[in-house]
């Protein structure tokens, strides 16, 4: 009977095959020792990295990390089964079209299951997700068919040094939130930009709201009283906008996306932490949900530029499984 269920994606990310060493933040791997550890696969990415010049370092990096938590989590039974999220393309702030965390753990995931006869149940929540499970041939399903979800492989827009992670980029938090709270663990990866010391550090496109239409301009001038609070200086609060077609952006679930700018009211103590933060977001009405996740994720990897991956130390979480 098919029991494990694994879910893989995110908004603006990606991921990749044979790994480098996994370093976790109070350990550093070198020399042979790193061929200790990883043997055969080390010389795979080896091979990857000399043959893909024209793919940029981030991009080298993400694949690194969904590999590895692939390889990690996505355990050698022939009951696993995983999930995929998100939209599949992103666009990179010059404009280049760059391929999200999703393509390349589903990719790992279809070439496992090929190679050691994996029985892989895919939940996608995305209409690009769904897609990517199709054309690489694995199971389709869907969440009210297979609960609890074992283990959630997720990418992000920024992830802290507690493991709060911001995403949401790509439109899809609602759907990515709900699979994440139905998996028994949830494992996020990223590049080497991706992993900061506070949230707002690194990503600058504020926190993504899932807004009804109706509630949009209460939502943004409450938003905005923030704004001005702290003197007016981060970007204001908007609806996003569409950039192949006219107006907004509309989700999956006919609902505008908002993007909270907050600066670095998290550094500076304006808001006090993730948690107070989602609970005051998720207190005026016309937000229906953030795309932070506060206490959600057990474990993140990050692709580092050298071709290694560090990893956090994996963490329980009591999420009622």
């Known amino acids: 009977m098919l029991r494990r269920l694994i879910f893989l994606g995110e908004v603006n990310g990606k991921q990749l095959l044979a790994l480098g060493s996994v370093i976790h933040r109070d350990t550093h791997i070198h020399g042979s020792a790193r061929k200790l550890f990883c043997g055969p696969l080390l010389q795979k990415v080896s ?21 590895q938590a692939v390889d990690d989590h996505v355990k050698l039974c022939k009951t696993s089964k995983c999930i995929i999220t998100s939209s599949l393309i992103g666009w990179t702030s010059s404009g280049h079209r760059e391929w999200n965390n999703a393509v390349y753990a589903v990719e790992r ?11 892989l149940i895919c939940i996608p929540t995305s209409f690009q997700a769904k897609n990517l499970i199709i054309s690489n041939g694995l199971q389709l399903s869907e ?33 990515e939130k709900i699979v994440a709270s ?11 930009s991706k992993e900061s010391r506070y949230l707002g550090e690194k990503w600058k496109k504020g926190i993504p709201l899932e807004v009804a239409q109706m509630g949009a301009r209460v939502v943004l001038e409450k938003l905005q009283k923030f704004t001005d609070s702290v003197g007016g200086s981060v970007i204001p609060t908007k609806v996003r906008q569409a950039v192949n077609k006219m107006g907004p952006v509309i989700t999956d679930n006919g609902n505008f996306i908002v993007d909270f700018q907050f600066g670095d009211a998290m550094k500076t103590g304006e808001l006090h932490n993730a948690q107070s933060v989602e609970s005051w977001l998720k207190s005026i009405p016309g937000i229906l949900e953030t795309g932070l996740f506060v206490k959600m994720a057990n474990q ?18 009591k999420n009622g499984f």
């Open 47 to 67: 091979a990857i990295n000399m043959g893909d010049d024209q793919k940029s370092l981030l991009d080298k990096a993400k694949k690194l990390a969904a590999y």
């Open 109 to 119: 995931i279809a070439q496992r299951a090929r190679e050691e006869n994996l029985n």
């Open 143 to 175: 969440l009210d068919v297979h609960y609890p979800i074992d283990v959630t492989i997720d990418g992000c827009d920024e992830c802290d040094q507690d493991l709060n992670v911001i995403k949401g980029g790509g439109g899809c938090l609602l759907q």
């Open 182 to 192: 139905a998996s028994k663990k949830l494992i996020i990866v990223g590049d080497f």
């Open 300 to 317: 993140a990897y990050f692709g580092q530029p050298d071709g290694t991956v560090k990893s956090t130390h994996e963490r329980i979480i």
